[in-house]
């Protein structure tokens, strides 16, 4: 089982690399999500990613707004979602 998941977190993170120019633009750069805003945020974004859901990438965007996600963000474009729930808890702490 765990050859497997391997397998598919290296397909599905090649996939990702190859629809990267596919991307939506970054629309909200520079500007900054304020402490309530990013609460918000990491409460919708824990339960996906504990559950292992792609669709935690739709909320890079937003992650970008906050300083210190580089990493959150590079692991849920990766589907590395074990490391990203580790890095959101370590953002949160930081957010507090």
């Known amino acids: 089982m765990a050859l497997f998941e391997k397998e598919l977190s290296t397909a599905l993170s090649e ?3 190859d629809f990267a120019p596919f991307d939506e633009p970054e629309s909200a750069q ?21 559950m292992g859901n792609p669709e935690s ?19 849920i474009e990766d589907f590395e979602f074990e ?14």
Request: charged share 30%; hydrophobic share 40%; glycine share 6%.
């Open 30 to 50: 520079g500007e900054t999500l304020d402490a309530d805003a990013a609460r918000k945020l990491f409460d919708k974004l824990e339960p996906m990613l504990k």
């Open 57 to 75: 990438r739709k909320y890079i965007d937003s992650l970008r707004q906050i300083s210190g996600s580089e990493t959150l963000i590079q692991q």
């Open 83 to 96: 490391s990203a729930l580790s890095s959101l808890h370590d953002l949160m702490k930081g957010h507090e």
């Open 15 to 17: 996939l990702a690399a």
